[in-house]
């Protein structure tokens, strides 16, 4: 196995942004997909069947639907940055769901991949921005996937990790500072580890 060493910084959150109207054409996308499928060619999660399962809403709408539900939304404004990275909420797949948490990897703006994460006892009252939470890279970021990194709700102190990597990934492993450690087991070309403290670094075991 070959290791990959990932350094990580603090993630942000679009969540809390409000960024991105990313709705696409069907036709849109099967121009994209022949001009530049091979980019994505170590993401075969991304070719799982659809649809997301993610409504795309007006913030009209959003605000009607978060007095009502806890379903995943994604509001379609404009990014509040023109520097922004958001997920092309059209081609995102459902990969992982763990209890009540429902990950997704989709493409990015910017030919990168994005990793989606909506846990449905925080999404209530979301009115004013999605009820999901999303990470995004660009294309020179694409060997490295993309993460999301969060206060753990199930644990006082804790973190989780949610991320997207490409097929060769086999297993992640999430270090504290203090050197313990917590690996998990690639799936659909995601994971997801929670641990108990705040997270210093990431690894990767490729094939």
């Not at 639907?65 to 990014?79: D, F, L, N, S």
């Not at 703006?109 to 999605?130: D, I, K, M, Q, T």
Request: hydrophobic share 45%.
């Amino acid at each position: 196995m070959r290791l990959m060493l990932l350094f990580v910084a603090s993630a942000v959150s679009l969540l809390a942004v409000g960024c991105g109207d990313t709705q696409r054409s069907a036709g849109h996308f099967s121009d994209l997909h022949a001009a530049v499928g091979s980019i994505y060619a170590d993401y075969s999660a991304l070719t799982r069947p659809g649809p997301s399962g993610i409504a795309v809403v007006s913030l009209k709408q959003a605000r009607a639907v978060a007095t009502t539900t806890t379903a995943p939304i994604w509001v379609a404004v404009a990014p509040q940055s023109p520097q922004a990275i958001v997920p092309e909420i059209a081609s995102a797949r459902e990969v992982r769901h763990e209890q009540t948490t429902r990950i997704w990897i989709a493409e990015s703006s910017r030919g990168g991949v994005c990793v989606l994460v909506f846990h449905p006892e925080a999404a209530r009252g979301s009115a004013h921005y999605h009820s999901i939470g999303a990470a995004c890279g660009s294309a020179d970021e694409l060997k490295k996937g993309a993460v999301l990194m969060e206060h753990s709700a199930r644990s006082a102190g804790g973190w989780a990790a949610f991320g997207v990597v490409p097929s060769a990934v086999t297993q992640v492993t999430v270090w504290l500072a203090d050197g313990r450690r917590r690996t998990g087991r690639v799936t659909n070309n995601s994971y997801s580890i929670s641990v108990p403290g705040r997270i210093a670094r990431i690894t990767f075991a490729r094939t």
